[in-house]
T-cell receptor, first 116, second 115 residues
Framework: DGGITQSPKYLFRKEGQNVTLSCEQN?????MYWYRQDPGQGLRLIYY???????QKGDIAEGYSVSREKKESFPLTVTSAQKNPTAFYLC???????????????FGAGTRLSVL | AQKVTQAQTEISVVEKEDVTLDCVYE???????LFWYKQPPSGELVFLIR??????QNEISGRYSWNFQKSTSSFNFTITASQVVDSAVYFC????????????FGQGTRLTINP
């Protein structure tokens, strides 16, 4: 089955610790995105990548880092510089080549991050 | 800057009632895309519809219908004969055409359908 897999489902971070959220897709999509969702709020863009080895900051990139070494993978690291990391993190991907599907972002099931 | 406003934070109706979720957007682009997503309690966002700015035709898909009006910058979503399974948070979103295709989301509307 094609889709987007996020792991782990739940993650706990200690003070001063960096943690990495995994996002893998087997849809052969070019673009990948990371969003943060706080309770009762919409999604805000953290980082995005349109091609391998290239990525750009979104609206709330401070305290986060990403890499895009493979087309299928776009891991997000929440660094110790992110002082309020408790949130629901969603990864998405989209194609740029299939006309009927262009601009549609498909989402993973999310990772819920909490601070111990 | 692009902006999406969903003024209804929460809506609660009884099963079989019709319900409309409002979405108003702001953009300076002449070409753009509008979307609706559903977020059930499991958390994953499920794509419902994409509409481009050139196509103002209303769309119906089963019990769902969408009314896009460029003149009022609105893209409203109606569920007819609502069911308990429709209970979820619904998000309206806006994307630039071309470029990075970034999505700007509204705050979401929590819809509760009571039996």
């Amino acid at each position: 089955d094609g889709g987007i897999t996020q792991s782990p489902k739940y993650l706990f971070r200690k003070e001063g610790q960096n943690v990495t959220l995994s996002c893998e897709q087997n849809l052969n999509h070019d673009a990948m995105y990371w969003y943060r969702q706080d309770p009762g709020q919409g999604l805000r863009l953290i980082y995005y990548s349109q091609i391998v080895n290239d990525f750009q900051k979104g609206d709330i990139a401070e305290g986060y880092s990403v890499s895009r070494e493979k087309k299928e993978s776009f891991p997000l690291t929440v660094t110790s510089a992110q002082k309020n990391p408790t949130a629901f993190y969603l990864c998405a991907s989209s194609t740029r080549s299939t006309l009927g599907l262009k601009y549609i972002q498909y989402f993973g099931a999310g990772t819920r991050l909490s601070v111990l | 800057a692009q902006k999406v406003t969903q003024a209804q934070t929460e809506i609660s109706v009884v099963e079989k009632e019709d319900v409309t979720l409002d979405c108003v957007y702001e953009t300076r682009d002449t070409t753009y895309y509008l979307f609706w997503y559903k977020q059930p309690p499991s958390g994953e966002l499920v794509f419902l519809i994409r509409r481009n700015s050139f196509d103002e035709q209303n769309e119906i898909s089963g019990r769902y219908s969408w009314n896009f009006q460029k003149s009022t910058s609105s893209f409203n979503f109606t569920i007819t004969a609502s069911q308990v399974v429709d209970s979820a948070v619904y998000f309206c979103a806006l994307s630039e055409a071309g470029g990075a295709q970034k999505l700007v989301f509204g705050q979401g509307t929590r819809l509760t359908i009571n039996p």
